[in-house]
């Protein structure tokens, strides 16, 4: 009687099983069902934006549905991610981000509304976007090891500018400073044109921003790139110098990454991060992002987890040391 009952009670266990089976790999089959939400935390034509349109027109492709980009620019990036944060964490609204609002601004502002550890689930990385300092065409200097010099002679008489307080390129120099002993003035702007511009006037004298909005000036030769920000060559620019070769240990640049909200069930996780991989591996892909100054950079999502999470003690650093805080 014991071994009937135990048979039975196996039975119904095994049943019970397959019953639950189906249901998860038809979410599995299923996934998507209705359109997905891509949101980017910046205006359209920023870096960030061009490729997520990228990498949305694939996904449309490759998962049936589309995938459309919402852009909701503000606080650094930051509005679009706690959009995301907040939403419900079924596969349908996801965020590409670049570093600031992942691991910068956490550390800039009193308050996010997120925790980027805790309120994502990340899916992969995607690009690495090299940074290059570059310098006024007077400036007499053609190297990092130059330039140092250059700034050392002269302490507090040299100027950079930034696309703005607390951006990755602002924070750059100031870790770049700070590894190499420099005392230069900081002058920020509301954005990288008015920025840029003003180097190439002469009116400043140097300052760092993606490969993306500044390689069509270096090649125009209104300003001269001295070094990549990159731990070591970007291939995308091997002739460049990396400022490692000069000041060891130094890296910089902006990353951009695919996370969905904390939550989001792992086999979707996986298919995204799937899907991406498969697209961004194609030579099609590559080259696309070469044209922009961009290196194709993926992960699993558990190494894209720890990646966010050293990047904030990162950049958590360099915001400490500027002293800077933004309302």
């Known amino acids: 009687m014991q071994l009937r009952q135990a048979i039975t009670a196996l039975g119904a266990a095994v049943l019970g099983l397959t019953m639950l089976a ?25 870096a960030t934006d061009i490729i997520a349109r990228l990498m949305a027109t694939k996904f449309s492709e490759s998962l049936g549905q589309p995938a459309v980009v919402d852009n909701r620019p503000g606080k650094g990036g930051s509005l ?7 939403s419900a964490p079924d596969g349908y609204t996801l965020l590409v981000s670049a570093t600031a609002p992942l691991a910068t601004n956490v550390n800039l502002y009193p308050n996010v509304g997120y925790n980027p ?3 994502f689930a990340p899916i992969s990385l995607m690009a690495w976007l090299p940074f290059v300092l570059v310098v006024n065409p007077a400036v007499p200097a053609n ?3 130059e330039l140092i010099a250059y700034a050392k002679g002269r302490p507090g008489a040299l100027s950079y500018a930034s696309s703005g307080n607390g951006t990755t390129a602002h924070l750059t120099m100031e870790m770049f400073k700070r590894a190499a002993g420099l005392d230069i003035l900081h002058v920020p702007y509301k954005g990288g044109v008015a920025a840029l511009s003003d180097v190439m ?5 140097m300052g ?3 490969a993306l909005f500044l390689l069509p000036h270096i090649k125009a030769g209104k300003v001269r790139a001295l070094a990549t920000a990159s731990p070591a060559r970007s291939p995308l620019m091997p002739e460049i110098p990396a400022a490692a070769e000069t000041v060891p240990g130094f890296s910089s640049g902006a990353w951009l990454g695919l996370v969905a909200p904390a939550g989001t069930p792992r086999d979707i996780v996986n298919r995204l991060n799937s899907e991406l991989h498969k697209f961004m591996k194609t030579p099609e892909l590559t080259e696309r992002l070469a044209a922009l100054g961009s290196e ?3 992960s699993t999502p558990d190494e894209f987890h720890e990646h966010i999470k050293r990047e904030m003690v990162k950049w958590g650093k360099a915001v400490k040391d500027s002293g800077t805080k933004l309302d």
């Open 296 to 298: 194709v950079l993926l």
């Open 80 to 86: 679009g991610a706690e959009l995301v944060a907040k």
């Open 22 to 46: 189906p249901a998860s790999l038809q979410a599995q089959a299923t996934y998507p069902v209705r359109p997905i939400k891509v949101v980017v935390g910046f205006p359209p034509g920023q």
């Open 117 to 119: 550890a805790t309120d």
């Open 143 to 145: 190297t990092v090891a």
């Open 201 to 205: 006037s002469g009116q400043l004298q």
């Open 208 to 210: 760092w921003d993606t």
